[in-house]
Structure formats: structure tokens, C-alpha cells
């Protein structure tokens, strides 16, 4: 049974800090590329951030080099470095095995004075 669980969302004040945390089981985690999507209210859901299996990445255009994604093939667990932080980066954000059906559940992330 596969697994995929985010941690590490709340709430921060603008140009703050936060990491956000994934961990998947039940896969072969070092085979599959991962990636962190966010949906704010009233919108579709977008890709922020993507990692390859060999740890290549890219980013959405509006990530503007204020995030980081990471991976950790030992523990099984993708992180989201988040820096400079917007009130529109306010979402809830997702952890996808890429190219599959298998989502985790989403943390909430707000970003307000």
C-alpha cells in the first residue's frame, strides 16, 4: 500500500521561512521522480517544484529562486525549502509521486502579517 504523507505547513509572516516535508512508502522511492504541487482557494492546482530520480530539478516560474526542493533517498522523504515567502504562495501544498495517482493529503501553508 503506498503511502505519501506532508508535514511542516502553518502560518508565517511575509518574506518568512518554511520547510515543508514529505515521506512515501509502500514504493521503490528511489525510482520515481517527486514532485510538491499547491492549490490556493478558487484555483487549480499547480506544479511548484519537481525532482528527478538523479536529483535534477525545476521550478514554476513564480518560485523565482525562493525555493528549494531535495530529496532523501535513505529516509524516503522529499523536502520543500521554502524562503521569501508571499501572502499568494498561501495554498495548500501537495506531495505527488510523479507521474502516478499517489498523492499525500496536503498541509496547509498561510502566508499573512
Known amino acids: 500500500q503506498v503511502q505519501v504523507a506532508e508535514s511542516g505547513g502553518g502560518m508565517v509572516t511575509p518574506g518568512g521561512s518554511l520547510t515543508l516535508s514529505c515521506a512515501a512508502s509502500?514504493?521503490?522511492?528511489?525510482?520515481?521522480?517527486m514532485a510538491w504541487y499547491r492549490q490556493a482557494p478558487g484555483k487549480s492546482r499547480e506544479l511548484v517544484a519537481w525532482i528527478s530520480v538523479g536529483s535534477s530539478t525545476n521550478y514554476a516560474d513564480f518560485v523565482q529562486s525562493r525555493f528549494t526542493i531535495s530529496r532523501d533517498n535513505a529516509k524516503k522523504t522529499v523536502a520543500l525549502q521554502m524562503s521569501g515567502l508571499k501572502p499568494e504562495d498561501s495554498a495548500v501544498y501537495y506531495c505527488r509521486v510523479a507521474f502516478t495517482e499517489y498523492w499525500g493529503q496536503g498541509t496547509q501553508v498561510t502566508v499573512s502579517s
Open positions: 509502500g514504493i521503490t522511492f528511489s525510482a520515481y521522480p
